[in-house]
């Protein structure tokens, strides 16, 4: 069994991971450390929570000397990210007293200025990093390593172009790594550009599939919201984390949840940078048993303790089905992944089915419910599928005194 004391880490690194309470490294960590010390180009494919921010950040610590200017980037899609990964690098280099600065929009960029200026290592997103360069308030001509983070979210985002500027920006002597939870074609453009004899590691496991359990659900539209409140009010122990495609949705639900006295918080892309931080502050202190998100939330923040995944809607990209359902059944834990459907869920979750057929996942009865009560109207899901729009079953204060059992009976559909 390989520890971290013989992959080459220094000293002040090592006494970090161990306060950490961390004792045998990932698979990610295992294979490319040793490489990223030697100051090799790396292409890792590697899952969100498979530790991959030590991975690349051992390298940029060692080699970074304060007070010498920007000598590391990482690039990140989002402002959450950005931020946790800054947060771990600090926690990671603690013995070395490192200026490490986040760098992204939708918060004062007068602060960043100083802070630049006093930075070794700099974690961004793209459009705000870009803003710098426009203003000549970063200087990127002391970069020795550069990371890209997330890669494929970046791609899915639309920032490769903002990426590839990015890049040209930097010293062409340096070293590059590249991490992503999947390897599109694109990608692997991306790094026979810039990239010196990149070494390709996979890692790609989110989660042990013998500790997860994964289950569906067949209900009518109008009794899925009675459905979750019901299995949420029956989970005991835990932490649960409910995803939706849209924004909408994700309001409605958390609004919904708390009208049936069930302890939520919901974070999505509308939400100002400081309300998300804060939320998902009050998610992993355990002050909200029930964390409502669009994708925005699936990927890269660091979440613990999540016994149950919810998808209230099931993602149009199947992929976006595994980086959800990798957020529980983690570090030895058992987790369960619920999937509820109504009618307008069915073609993403054959997709799901077809590109992931070595997946088990069972179906559940729904049980004898009461309808949940319901404070507000959601847009029509027909209306967004396709159809009149009519109703979706959703009230304006409904008390509901009505109830339903069972699911669907017309059984033509494939998983059936």
Avoid at 226 to 234: K, P, R, T, Y
């Amino acid at each position: 069994m390989k520890v971290f004391e013989e992959l080459g880490l220094s000293k002040e690194i090592l006494e970090a991971i161990m306060k950490l309470g961390f004792n045998e490294p990932t698979k990610i960590q295992k294979e490319s450390i040793p490489l990223i010390l030697q100051g090799k180009d790396v292409i890792g494919e590697s899952a969100t929570g498979s530790g991959k921010t030590l991975a690349f950040g051992c390298g940029m610590i060692e080699k970074a000397i304060p007070g010498k200017g920007i000598q590391a980037l990482v690039l990140t899609p989002t402002r959450e990210l950005c931020e946790q990964v800054c947060k771990d690098l600090r926690t990671f280099s603690i013995h070395k007293k490192l200026r490490i600065t986040p760098v992204y929009g939708g918060v004062s960029i007068d602060r960043q200025f100083d802070e630049l200026r006093r930075a070794e290592i700099v974690v961004a997103t793209p459009g705000r990093l870009l803003d710098h360069l426009g203003r000549g308030t970063i200087d990127l001509s002391k970069v020795k390593v550069f990371v890209l983070d997330e890669a494929d979210a970046m791609l899915e985002m639309g920032f490769i172009e903002d990426v590839e500027q990015i890049i040209e920006a930097c010293p062409k002597e340096r070293q590059t790594m590249c991490f992503s939870a999947t390897m599109y074609w694109e990608i692997k453009q991306l790094a026979d550009k810039y990239m010196k004899q990149p070494v390709d590691i996979s890692a790609t496991k989110m989660v042990d599939p013998t500790k997860l359990k994964q289950i569906y659900y067949d209900v009518a539209r109008n009794m899925k919201l009675s459905l979750l409140v019901h299995l949420l009010q029956e989970q005991k122990d835990g932490m649960a984390m409910i995803f939706c495609n849209s924004r909408r949705t994700t309001d409605f639900v958390v609004q919904n949840l708390k009208t049936n006295h069930i302890k939520s918080t919901a974070i999505h892309g509308g939400m100002s940078q400081n309300k998300r931080l804060r939320t998902i502050d009050l998610f992993n202190k355990g002050k909200a048993g029930a964390l409502i998100c669009t994708d925005v939330a699936a990927r890269g923040l660091h979440i613990d303790n999540v016994s149950h995944v919810f998808n209230y809607d099931i993602p149009k990209d199947a992929k976006d089905y595994v980086h959800r359902i990798g957020r529980t059944a983690r570090a030895g834990e058992e987790g369960t992944a619920v999937n509820l459907l109504c009618d307008y869920d069915y073609d993403n979750f054959n997709r799901v089915l077809d590109t992931y057929n070595e997946y088990v996942i069972d179906s559940v009865q729904a049980p004898y419910l009461k309808r949940a009560v319901m404070i507000r109207v959601e847009e029509s899901p027909r209306s967004r599928f396709g159809g009149n729009g009519r109703s979706n079953g959703y009230g304006n204060r409904s008390h509901g005194n009505g109830s339903y059992s069972g699911g669907h009976s017309n059984s033509q559909r494939r998983w059936n």
